[in-house]
T-cell receptor, first 116, second 116 residues
Framework: AQSVAQPEDQVNVAEGNPLTVKCTYS??????LFWYVQYPNRGLQFLLK??????LVKGSYGFEAEFNKSQTSFHLKKPSALVSDSALYFC??????????????FGAGTRLAVHP | NAGVMQNPRHLVRRRGQEARLRCSPM?????VYWYRQLPEEGLKFMVY????????ESGMPKERFSAEFPKEGPSILRIQQVVRGDSAAYFC??????????????FGPGTRLTVL
């Protein structure tokens, strides 16, 4: 079965420091991977995705993610965190078992807290 | 280009009543997905629809839940005879297609259903 794991419930970072939010996946075949961010009482906002090509994917708001096939990981990173980055982050993988369309399987989410 | 629209944003129902949630996809998007988010959890896929067709309803409970996406008008998620366990945030997402650059899902703000 295809799945996504976000091993950390919460990540705490000081403003200005680099941040990493971890994600590992389990799929059959080549994965399509996504990161979304959710602010309180809001919907999910798309940050970035990996389909193919460069392992380092750049996305919105200065975020990037590194695809590592050997470690089956897709960690989200940002060189310098902002207090406004504090939110809930979800990693997701596209379910390719179901015929190729874009049913997403989400991780449980990681809450990022950036302290001034 | 307006984003995905959902209404109502908040819905309160008593046990046994019906809940009707609406989703208008982004302009030009013909693929609609419904997800449910329980408190402090990730999103779980419920159903995928294209215009006038249900493509996959494998994540939707077999009883009391139904979904439609008519030729004209918004997609509707309908929950009959609601129970307290139906209390959750329901998110709609849309995409223009299902391959490569067209498969990114964009999410609406969600409908928060509370069953008393």
């Amino acid at each position: 079965a295809q799945s996504v794991a976000q091993p950390e419930d919460q990540v705490n970072v000081a403003e200005g420091n680099p941040l990493t939010v971890k994600c590992t996946y389990s799929v059959s075949g080549n994965p399509y991977l996504f990161w979304y961010v959710q602010y309180p009482n809001r919907g999910l906002q798309f940050l970035l995705k990996y389909i193919t090509g460069d392992n380092l994917v750049k996305g919105s708001y200065g975020f990037e993610a590194e695809f590592n096939k050997s470690q089956t990981s897709f960690h989200l990173k940002k060189p310098s965190a902002l207090v406004s980055d504090s939110a809930l982050y979800f990693c997701a993988v596209r379910d390719r078992v179901s015929g190729g369309y874009n049913k997403l399987i989400f991780g449980a989410g990681t809450r990022l807290a950036v302290h001034p | 280009n307006a984003g995905v629209m959902q209404n109502p944003r908040h819905l309160v129902r008593r046990r046994g009543q019906e809940a009707r949630l609406r989703c208008s996809p982004m302009k030009g998007h013909s693929h609609v997905y419904w997800y449910r988010q329980l408190p402090e959890e990730g999103l779980k896929f419920m159903v995928y629809l294209q215009k006038e067709n249900i493509i996959d309803e494998s994540g939707m409970p077999k009883e009391r839940f139904s979904a439609e996406f008519p030729k004209e008008g918004p997609s509707i998620l309908r929950i009959q005879q609601v129970v307290r366990g139906d209390s959750a945030a329901y998110f709609c997402a849309s995409s223009p297609g299902t391959g490569g650059e067209t498969d990114t899902q964009y999410f609406g703000p969600g409908t928060r259903l509370t069953v008393l």
